[in-house]
């Protein structure tokens, strides 16, 4: 079965430097997303990404996050200078058709800020 | 903005019982899905209910929207430990392009 495939499984990084999360959704769907889950949380919603470009993001989706779509197979999620409150599981998302079939979420990177 | 609450937070099963877990929009949504988190996981799609007043049945899984679109739940009938985890509901408004995920249903199973 497709997967979305994320890397690297675990991410740890000081405060103020910049990550780049990278994912491989499933190659026919469309629409792109990032989630991400505080531990023991619930799974927030930052940002969709659709037709190369953002379609919707959050409040949580500031200034010092982006995403890109580099080339046909990658989409990455970058934040610059992260803080502590940043550290979460962050899950990228892709689906076939809004609104009509689920989402397929990667299996997650664990992003710690110290 | 949308939001999506689910009661309760956290469901203790003895082995064999039936349980319900509710979802609740303060809008009506344009569908709901539902998903399964085992612990350390990833969120796993189960399943999507797009019609008013929808049931569907996945074995021992009844999912269900309301006529108003705003509420739905699943029911779990004899619970077994492989039921173990975190279920959300997660809503879409019509013109959206995301879901909003509710705060999860975290269901624990005695044997």
């Known amino acids: 079965e497709p997967e979305v495939t994320q890397t690297p499984s675990h991410q740890v990084t000081q405060m103020g430097q910049e990550v780049i999360l990278r994912c491989v959704p499933i190659?026919?769907?469309?629409?792109f997303y990032w989630y991400r889950q505080i531990l023991g949380q619930k799974v927030e919603f930052l940002v969709s990404f659709y037709n190369n470009e953002i379609s919707e993001k959050s409040e949580i989706f500031d200034d010092q996050f982006s995403v890109e779509r580099p080339d046909g197979s990658n989409f990455t999620l970058k934040i610059r200078s992260t803080k502590l409150e940043d550290s979460a599981m962050y899950f990228c998302a892709s689906s076939e058709l809004v609104r009509v079939y689920g989402y397929t979420f990667g299996s997650g990177t664990r992003l710690t800020v110290v | 903005g949308q939001q999506v609450m689910q009661i309760p937070q956290y469901q203790h099963v003895q082995e064999g019982e039936d349980f319900t877990t509710y979802c609740n929009s303060s809008t009506t949504l344009s569908n709901i899905q539902w998903y399964k988190q085992r612990p350390g996981g990833h969120p796993v799609f189960l399943i999507q209910?797009?019609?008013?007043?929808e049931v569907k049945k996945q074995k021992r899984l009844t999912f269900q929207f309301g006529e108003a679109k705003k509420n739905s739940s699943l029911h779990i009938t004899a619970t077994q430990t492989t039921d173990v985890g975190t279920y959300f509901c997660?809503?879409?408004?019509?013109?959206?392009?995301?879901?909003?995920f509710g705060a999860g249903t975290t269901v624990t199973v005695r044997a």
């Open positions: 209910l797009v019609k008013s007043g």
């Open positions: 997660a809503g879409a408004l019509s013109n959206d392009y995301k879901l909003s």
């Open positions: 190659s026919n769907h469309l629409y």
